[in-house]
């Protein structure tokens, strides 16, 4: 069936460095793309999408690219914010209507 | 626009008795998906409502039920609870079927003592 996976946590970077947080997937057909952010006692915010391949989603200096060849769907920021800390999930829009998340990865950036 | 809003924001209970939790979706938004975040099996699908309807439901056992009302907004019903139950329960809203995304609430903290 389908499945994401992502890198394990915590990642603990300083402020102003760069980050890589690992997503690979598995899928049938053509799934949508998403990464979601989840703040302390909070829902789920939508970060970005991507609807096909090579298509790159981006928003707040976060960025991921589709890479059917990969099977990947990596996030991406060039310079962190202590505002950034966070739990990030990556996931699929599998069959049915559900999104398929990864486990999370926690981030956390310190001053 | 306000977004996705559950209630209550906490929900305390006991084993046996049932629990309901309810949810409003974005404006315009026909369908509705309730997940489970329990500590340790991440987040699982629970439910997909759309336009009144049940359109898929996940690995969860028969004592999980829901409805989507005609104003679109939804509840979550949880019979018998167990201690297992014990999660923040998600609610999600979206535009027609899959592939769009889907915009979350804040959750439900349901703690069974």
């Known amino acids: 069936g389908d499945s994401v996976t992502q890198m394990e946590g915590p990642v603990t970077l300083s402020e102003e460095a760069c980050l890589t947080i690992?997503?690979?997937?598995?899928?049938?057909?053509?799934?949508?793309l998403f990464w979601y952010v989840q703040y302390p006692g909070e829902g789920l915010q939508l970060l970005l999408k991507?609807?096909?391949?090579?298509d790159k989603g981006s928003n707040k200096g976060f960025e991921a690219t589709y890479r059917k060849e990969t099977t990947s769907f990596h996030l991406e920021k060039g310079s962190v914010q202590v505002s950034d800390s966070a739990v990030y999930f990556c996931?699929?829009?599998?069959?049915?209507?559900?999104?398929?998340f990864g486990q999370g990865t926690e981030l956390s950036v310190k001053p | 626009e306000a977004g996705v809003t559950q209630s209550p924001t906490h929900l305390i209970k006991t084993r046996g008795q049932q629990a309901t939790l309810r949810c409003s979706p974005i404006?315009?938004?026909?369908?509705v998906y309730w997940y489970q975040q329990a500590l340790g099996l991440g987040l699982q699908f629970l439910l997909w409502?759309?336009?009144?309807?049940?359109?898929n439901r996940g690995n969860f056992p028969p004592r999980f039920s829901g409805r989507q009302f005609p104003n679109y907004s939804s509840e979550l019903n949880v019979n018998a609870l167990e201690l297992e139950d014990s999660a923040l329960y998600l609610c999600?809203?979206?535009?027609?079927?899959?592939?769009?995304?889907?915009?979350f609430g804040d959750g439900t903290r349901l703690s069974i003592l």
């Open positions: 999600a809203s979206s535009f027609g079927q899959s592939n769009q995304p889907q915009h």
């Open positions: 690992n997503c690979t997937y598995t899928a049938t057909g053509y799934p949508s």
């Open positions: 991507a609807t096909k391949a090579d």
């Open positions: 996931a699929l829009s599998g069959q049915g209507g559900k999104l398929i």
């Open positions: 404006s315009g938004h026909t369908s």
């Open positions: 409502y759309d336009e009144g309807e049940e359109r």
